[in-house]
């Protein structure tokens, strides 16, 4: 199927510092998502991206929190300052319309 | 307030058996529900997703029953097999918006 990468696999970082994670969606897809996983526990959806713009945000979604794809290279999710809270697993997700929705291998993130 | 919920949270059957996992939801303007499975330290993958226009879907030994009036659907896995073992999570999304809002997983264990 639909193949959703992802850069780094893995990014143990100090908290306070900045962190960018990597996507590269399925070539045609329009829609871009990134969601949340703490172990154990469902998805929790962070941001949806379409058309250069954010359309839908989750209240886990903070201030330091922003997502970017520049000229169709990576969809990428910046987060700075980091904090404790932050580490868990971010899935990138991508979508030629709105619902079916396609995984990457997601980034696990390790924050100290 | 857990929009979408699944039960049990895990399950155990043997090799050949049919497996059932229960999903219900809160929101009557939820119009696409997708299944998705995810192996340990993998992405979740789409496994079989229905629209509220049907209340049976199925693919092979995947079928998902729909009850809109209840506002549930179930999962059955018939002849399972210990390569089904995976969690798998329901998830939900509303005309209009692009989150998926996902259950809390089934833990399925195919035992031979």
């Known amino acids: 199927g639909p193949k959703v990468l992802q850069i780094p696999s893995h990014q143990i970082i100090d908290m306070g510092q900045m962190v960018t994670l990597n996507c590269d969606p399925v070539?045609?897809?329009?829609?871009f998502y990134w969601y949340k996983q703490i172990l154990g526990q469902q998805m929790e959806f962070l941001v949806n991206?379409?058309?250069?713009?954010?359309?839908?945000k989750s209240k886990l979604f903070k201030d330091q929190f922003s997502v970017e794809r520049p000229d169709g290279s990576y969809f990428t999710l910046k987060i700075q300052p980091t904090a404790l809270e932050d580490s868990a697993v971010y899935f990138c997700?991508?979508?030629?319309?709105?619902?079916?929705?396609?995984f990457g291998p997601g980034t696990r993130l390790t924050v100290l | 307030q857990q929009q979408v919920r699944q039960s049990p949270q895990s399950l155990t059957v043997w090799e050949g058996e049919t497996a059932i996992l229960n999903c219900s939801y809160e929101?009557?303007?939820?119009?696409?529900f997708p299944w998705y499975w995810q192996f340990p330290r993998e992405s979740p993958a789409l496994l079989i997703a229905?629209?509220?226009?049907?209340n049976k879907k199925e693919d092979g030994r995947f079928t998902i029953f729909f009850n809109k009036r209840e506002k549930k659907l179930s999962l059955h896995i018939t002849d399972s097999q210990p390569g089904d073992s995976a969690t798998y999570f329901c998830?939900?999304?509303?005309?209009?918006?692009?989150?998926?809002?996902f259950g809390e997983g089934t833990k399925l264990t195919v035992s031979s």
């Open positions: 229905i629209r509220p226009v049907s």
């Open positions: 997700a991508s979508s030629l319309v709105q619902g079916e929705q396609y």
């Open positions: 991206f379409y058309n250069g713009k954010v359309m839908e």
């Open positions: 929101d009557s303007t939820f119009d696409y």
């Open positions: 998830a939900a999304n509303q005309g209009g918006s692009a989150k998926l809002i």
């Open positions: 070539s045609n897809h329009l829609y």
